[in-house]
Structures are given as C-alpha cells and as structure tokens.
C-alpha cells in the first residue's frame, strides 16, 4: 500500500513545527521531519512531541532517505535554514540557505515532486524599494538585503524565479517571504524570540519590560512598526498551498498591517490581565543607523491566487498565545 509523504525540513523548528501540526492532522498523510534537536534540555523535541510523524530524518540523510522513497513523496517543506541574521559565518549561511534549497530544488524537478520553500522579508533590505511583492526576475534582483541571511534568502529567490523562467522547475514551487512571526514553539530561539516572548517572564511576574526608544523624531519610542504574522496564519496558508498545486512563484506572508513594538508589549500586559509598564531604553549606537523603522507586507498577490482566510488580529494572536502556551505549565504546540 503506497504512502502519502509530505517531507518537512526544519520541521522541529518553530515554523517547522506549526506546518508539522498542521499537515498532520490529516491522518492520510505521513508527514516526516528532517531537523536537528541538539541539547534535550533545550525542548526543541517538544515542538514535534504532541505528533504524530511518519519518520524522523537527519539533515545529513536527507537525500539518501529521499531517493529511497521518492515514489511515496508528494510535497518537500523546506523550512530549514541558518535563520540567525547576526551569523557570523557568511559560507555556512550560503551554504545552507542557498546551496541546499537549489540541490532541493534539483531534486524535485527531476523527480517531478512539489515544493514550497521559506524565503524572508530581510530580502527587502531597509524597505526603501517599498514591500511590493513583485514576483518578476528584475523586481527580486534589485532589492538590496543587510545582511548575508537576508541575500542568501534573495539569491534563491533569484535562482527559483530563473529556473522556472527557463521550464525548469517542479510541478509546484512557492516561496515564501515570512515576515515577523510569532506563536507558539519558539521557546529554543532564545534572542531570536518574538518580543512576546521576550517579555512574557517579566510580564508573568508583575514587572516593568523594556523597548528601544526611537532614535527618529517623526517616530515615537516603541512607534517602530513590523509587520507582526501568528504563525498559526502561516501554518494555514502552507496548507492551503499543499492543497492547490496549481499556484507557484514568490508570496509576501505577513498579516499585510504594520503595527508597533509597543502594540505588541500592550497586548502582552492585556492578556494577562495587567496593566501596561513599558520603559523605553536607548538603541545600541552600532545598531541605530541600519535599524529598520517600518515593514508591512503587500498581501495583494497571495490573494488574487486564491487565498481567502482572514489574518489573526495582534490582539488576538496574542492572547490566544499568552493565554494557550506562555502561560501554561506545557507551552508547546
């Protein structure tokens, strides 16, 4: 009897996890992780523990298991990726962000398989070239990223859009460019956290939390603006693209409003039932000049292909996480 396999990379870590929740409450499928845990202590297991997944797969098996199983494979996840933007190491971010999502992207083409990759809004750079959502190959090539993450994500985005352009792509491929997320399972990112889950234990325990004053006299202190997604909406729209193969290119996937830091940390106080006491501390002087005040995402082309669920509110994204995981003895997925 053939399998129904959908192979997440990544799949333990925090998007990861969320898709692998997802995907795996539809009993025909066998949804199989490739990932990393390292230390126990750190939990990162507990993103997948409540699952059932068909497999487990170290990164360094990947295409070895997947050549071995290829027939049963409908759809590779590719969450997976140096996701730090202060990595030091540009050859080990080239080498994972880009290196390995094109030889994926090989195999599925010659396999004749499905894809949908995570790319980043850091593509976008300093947001001066607006978050426009072109999809075409001169829109993507003139975007300037900050950092190596943010080109490394850019070049495959580049790479993907080429290789279709040149018939050369699998059945399905999407990309996309998640923006700030936040939502349960990211407790193993530590400084890479979502500022909710920064601030929760000072919050939980009845103190004041700091933000970043504004370093910009138009801005207010905590007035920086992201645009802030929960992942339980990206879980969604991952699924609805698994389920309607007929929609390929790069997609902008945030909430397509931007709301402030200071909106979050409120929110955070809101739903814990205390009221808010935020103090504002000067930005580092090595950070201020390259500090992005603003991102939203153009949410106009995810839509016009077909995607109709409405986006979780801030306020509600975040009492449903502070209420559901940050507060509870058990806080994963």
């Known amino acids: 009897m053939s399998r129904r396999i959908v192979f997440v990379t990544g799949g333990a870590g925090f998007i990861g996890s969320n898709i692998v929740a997802r995907l795996a409450q539809d009993r025909s499928l066998d949804v199989v992780v490739c990932d990393r ?80 990759y995570a790319s980043s809004a850091a593509t976008y750079g300093d947001g001066h070239l607006g978050f426009g959502d072109d999809n075409s190959f001169e829109a993507l090539a003139a975007l300037k990223p900050l950092n190596a993450y ?5 070049l495959f985005d580049i790479f993907a859009v080429r290789q279709a352009a040149r018939d050369y792509a699998p059945p399905q491929w999407a990309g996309l460019k998640f923006f700030n997320v936040y939502g349960p399972n990211e407790g193993h990112k530590h400084g890479m956290k979502s500022v909710a889950a920064q601030i929760w234990p000072k919050v939980r325990d009845g103190q004041q939390v700091q933000l970043f004053k504004s370093h910009r006299d138009d801005v207010a202190d905590g007035g920086q603006l992201r645009d802030f997604v929960y992942v339980g909406d990206v879980a969604d729209v991952v699924a609805w693209l698994a389920a ?78 502070v209420r559901n995981y940050l507060s509870q003895p058990d806080p994963y997925l």
């Open 244 to 321: 309607n193969p007929q929609v390929n290119g790069v997609y902008n996937l945030g909430s397509g409003q931007a709301r402030s830091f200071a909106d979050m940390a409120k929110a955070v106080f809101a739903a814990a039932g205390r009221p808010a006491d935020i103090d504002y501390i000067p930005m580092p002087v090595e950070i201020r000049d390259r500090y992005q005040y603003f991102t939203e995402a153009e949410m106009t082309r995810l839509r016009q292909a077909g995607y109709e669920a409405p986006f979780t509110s801030l306020e509600a994204g975040i009492e449903d996480y």
């Open 37 to 116: 845990l390292r230390e126990a202590d750190l939990g990162k297991w507990r993103n997948i523990a409540k699952h059932p997944i068909g497999d487990f797969v170290a990164p360094e098996q990947m295409f070895d298991w997947l050549e071995k199983r290829w027939r049963d494979v409908e759809l590779v996840i590719h969450m997976g990726a140096v996701s730090s933007t202060t990595e030091p190491d540009a050859d080990k971010i080239i080498q994972s962000n880009f290196g390995l999502s094109r030889d994926l992207f090989r195999w599925c083409v010659d396999r004749q398989r499905r894809m949908i």
């Open 150 to 154: 943010g080109w490394s994500k850019a």
